[in-house]
């Protein structure tokens, strides 16, 4: 079972760390607000109330054991970067970080932080996405230019084989399974036959995806 430790119970914050219990995890929620831990003490493994600015109270929280902490604070640009040098000074491993602003960003890649994230622009991202290819069903960028998608197979698309609308896309796109009801079928055979409201799960380049999604529409 991983282990996580998330600085920050915000609106970001508290949905991540939900979310990681859900999906299994051990979570270690902080946050200087007391009403927010005690908001959220029940719901994840542990919650305590700690000053992300204070070295000796991240210290205290053996943090050095989760496999990774993510820095969640909110729009307070100093609370953040000084958590995060804390956290490097203590020998934190694996440390990803919520950036509010380029500026933000430019420092934390100094830092040497593991991942940087932008909720405000992966979610217009993603957005975008579905406004302009609704069959899109969800999208994750892998970075380097890859990512994966999951797209509805439309009706009339009934009977066709999986290589009837793979040729002449600018680079390679890899089937990696079809969700079909309940089953969950593992890198088809390109002689694979679809059923409409199956739907692809799909790695490629995004120039490529956005080539094939109206063909599945």
């Known amino acids: ?28 929620g902080i946050d200087s607000n007391r009403k927010l831990v005690s908001k959220y003490a029940d719901s994840l493994t542990q919650a305590v109330i ?5 070295e000796q109270a991240l210290a205290e929280l053996s943090l050095q054991d989760y496999d990774v902490v ?17 956290l490097k000074s203590l020998g934190i491993k694996n440390i990803w970080v919520k950036a509010s602003s380029h500026p933000q960003h430019l420092i934390l890649n100094r830092l040497g932080v593991d991942r940087i994230i932008h909720p405000e622009e992966e979610m217009g991202m993603r957005t975008a996405q579905a406004l302009s290819y609704p069959m899109v069903e969800d999208y994750i960028s892998l970075g380097n230019g890859q990512s994966i998608v999951e797209i509805h197979v439309s009706d009339q698309l009934q ?11 600018p680079s390679p796109i890899y089937v990696i399974a079809v969700k079909r009801r309940s089953e969950l079928l593992i890198q088809p055979e390109v002689s694979f036959s679809l059923a409409a409201k199956d739907i692809l799960v ?3 380049s995004l120039t490529a995806l956005k080539t094939l999604a109206p063909r599945l529409a």
């Open 1 to 28: 079972m991983t282990q996580f430790a998330v600085i920050g119970l915000g609106r970001f914050g508290s949905s991540a760390a939900l979310e990681l219990m859900k999906l299994g995890h051990d979570v270690l």
């Open 159 to 169: 009977g066709a084989p999986i290589e009837s609308f793979m040729n002449n896309l």
């Open 70 to 86: 993510l820095v969640a604070i909110g729009t307070d640009l100093q609370t953040s970067l000084l958590c995060v040098v804390h």
């Open 50 to 54: 700690a000053d992300a600015t204070d």
């Open 202 to 204: 799909l790695l490629g």
